[in-house]
Each structure stands twice: as C-alpha cells, then as structure tokens.
C-alpha cells in the first residue's frame, strides 16, 4: 500500500510539474513573439479596449496604405496627361510661327519654301496623334475608360483622324473616322463623320454621338478628396484625346444638351490643333498646284488660321492647367496620407506596441525559469523512475 501510494503522489507531482512547465513555455513563446511582431497583446482577451482600438487604427491604416498605392499610380498618369498636352500646346505654338512666317509674300512665293513648311506640318501632326497615344505602364493615358486599346491614328495625309474606343460593357471597339474636307464654293474647310460600332457600319450623326458619349466619360476615384456620397466630389482621372484637342473636359459636355454638344465639340474639332495643321497643309496643296497666283489667297488663309491657332493655343492650355491642378491635388494628398500614416503607427505603438526593452527582460526570465524547470524535471524524472522500479 505504501508503493501504491507513492506511485500515486509521483504521478499527480508530474502532471503537475509538465503543466507548469508547459505554463512557462507558453509564457516564453508569447515574449518572443512581442519581440518579433512588436505588439503587446496577442488577443483580444488580455486587453479588450487596447486591442479593439488597435484594430480601429489598423484599418484605417490599412486604408491610408491603398489610398497611396492608387495616388502613387495617378500620379504618373497625370503626369504622361500633362507631358502629352504640353507637347501638343508646344506644337502648335511652334507650327503658328511657321504659320506667320510662311504667310509672307517674301517667303510663300517659293515652291521649295512653301513644300518645306508643308512637310512641317505633317510631321507635326503625326507627332501630335503619337503624343495622344501616349503611355503609362500597359495604360493608354488619353483612351478615357479603354485603357488597353491604342487609342488614335492619324492617315499620312494628315487629313482622317481615327479614334477607336472599347466603350464600357462592349466586347469590341467602335471606330470613329474624323476627315477633314473642303465644300462649297468657295471650298470651306469642314469635318465628315464615319466608322463602326457594335451594331455595323455608322453614318455620320451617330459617329458624332459616339465621339460625344466618348467625350462623357468620368473615372472618379476615392483617394481622400471629396465626400464618397457625392460622386460629383471625387477627382476624375480621366482625360480623353478627344478631351485635350477640343478643350472641353467631362464635366462641360455632360452639362450640354445633345444638340448643343455636338455642334460645340464638331466646331472645336475643325480648329483642334491637328485639323488646323490639317488645314494649313491643304493651303499649302492649293498654293504648289496654283502656283504664285495663289500667293495673295495663300496669305489671306494663312491669317486666318493663325488667329485660330491662338484660340485653340488657350484651350489647350485649359486642360493642361486641369491636369496641373488635379496632379497638384494629388501630391498634396499624398503628403497628408503619408504623415497621416506615420501618426496611426505611433498611436498604434501606443495603444498595442510593447516595449522592446521590458519585452527582452520578459524573455530572459521566462528563459531562465523555463531552463530551470527541466533541469528540476530531471532529478524527478529519476525519483519517479526508482521509486517505481522499487
């Protein structure tokens, strides 16, 4: 009876014993754990308040994170916008000197001159649609809502503009063919509409409806600016082609009546930059086939394109500086998110964050206790064993 009853209390010892140590293993792991991961608490039953208030300041931190992720990208967005209406601006400022220059008699009445200019404005035109085509990443920056699809083409005549746009929701692109012609007498310039859609070949008024509904479109975003229950708040991101050439943005034509937006974005396409070089080379094509007899005609059109070109020089202006503000918007915000940031981690250190050195200590002495219970296990791992055998 005497060795039941040791054998009894031995074992009731070392279920006590592996369940203290156990405890204290527990309790090593855990101080580990706030040296590697920096937080005091590991759920939410050793401190309720703390650890719900850290969650709080994690989400929103967490928010903070993706907001400066899609303002980062944007940002270089509207850069390559910016970078491509400029160099538009820029073009057409440089294709109205060769305007004023070639608009002198001293200087039109040579074939060679005036051919040498006419080739300046067809490269300037191409250069034009190149800068429309322009690029962030896979992301055509002038496509509007279709990113993906190569947005514009311009015929080496420099007279047919092509725009084609996958419109949200349409499996293919619908094409719209914008050609510059001359009608009446005596010849006027004028635009002809055609192309495709989901629906087959278009005529004239519902490619120019098509152009407009492009022109509509909005990609406004929630970085931080605006109320997100009211949509009209948000930034927009977008910036179409068509947008830039005409100097109208979203929110102007999606306030005009259907008639009254086509005939104001059909008349801001006969004097964009690209339909005005356009022009130029048409004048420069009747002056080589006419001869100097048309040098006086010549002049006269030249003028006139040329206080055009100061027109269409301000518009183009007005969506750079759009883009400019929009682009300063956005780097402002971005500098608030980014303290912003830095105060949820401080209040998260504050509110979860355990101290590293108090941690450290807390280590060591679970450490020690922890090595101190197997050694201790030992020597009753032996009594135990004897005691038994005997």
Avoid at 171 to 180: F, G
Wanted: glycine share 8%; hydrophobic share 30%; aromatic share 8%.
């Amino acid at each position: 009876m005497r060795v039941t009853n040791s054998r009894v209390t031995n074992t009731a010892l070392n279920r006590r014993f592996s369940s203290s140590v156990n405890d204290v293993h527990s309790k090593l792991n855990k101080a580990m754990n706030k040296i590697s991961s920096g937080r005091a608490y590991e759920s939410a039953s050793e401190n309720p308040l703390a650890y719900y208030e850290g969650k709080k300041l994690d989400n929103k931190f967490q928010d903070i994170q993706s907001q400066l992720n899609l303002l980062g990208d944007l940002k270089h967005r509207l850069e390559e916008q910016e970078s491509g209406a400029y160099s538009i601006q820029t073009k057409l400022a440089e294709a109205q000197k060769q305007m004023i220059y070639i608009r002198s008699s001293n200087n039109n009445e040579g074939d060679q001159t005036v051919e040498t200019v006419r080739q300046d404005f067809l490269q300037k035109g191409q250069f034009m649609a190149n800068c429309l085509n322009g690029q962030y990443e896979d992301y055509y920056v002038f496509g509007g809502s279709d990113v993906s699809t190569p947005p514009f083409a311009l015929s080496s005549d420099g007279m047919e503009l092509t725009f084609t746009h996958k419109f949200p929701g349409d499996t293919d692109a619908t094409v719209m063919k914008i050609k510059l012609v001359e009608k009446g007498n005596p010849p006027a310039a004028a635009l002809e509409f055609s192309g495709s859609d989901k629906n087959g070949t278009t005529n004239s008024d519902t490619t120019l409806n098509n152009i407009v509904r492009a022109m509509k479109e909005q990609g406004r975003v929630d970085v931080g600016y605006g109320d997100i229950s009211n949509r009209d708040t948000l930034l927009d991101t977008f910036t179409g082609g068509l947008n830039v050439l005409t100097g109208l943005n979203s929110d102007t034509v999606n306030k005009m009546s259907d008639a009254d937006a086509k005939k104001e974005v059909e008349e801001r396409l006969l004097n964009s930059p690209i339909f005005l070089l356009g022009q130029a080379v048409n004048a420069c094509n009747t002056r080589l086939d006419e001869g100097q007899s048309n040098c006086v005609e010549f002049s006269e059109k030249m003028g006139v394109l040329i206080d055009k070109a100061t027109l269409t020089h301000s518009r183009v202006g007005t969506v750079y500086s759009d883009i400019g503000t929009k682009w300063a918007t956005m780097d402002g915000l971005e500098t608030k998110h980014k303290k912003t940031s830095q105060n949820l981690q401080e209040q998260y250190k504050d509110k979860l964050g355990a101290d590293p050195y108090e941690s450290i200590m807390e280590m060591f002495s679970y450490q020690y206790s922890y090595s101190a219970s197997l050694q201790m296990g030992s020597k009753l791992m032996q009594s135990s064993l004897f005691d038994f055998l005997r």
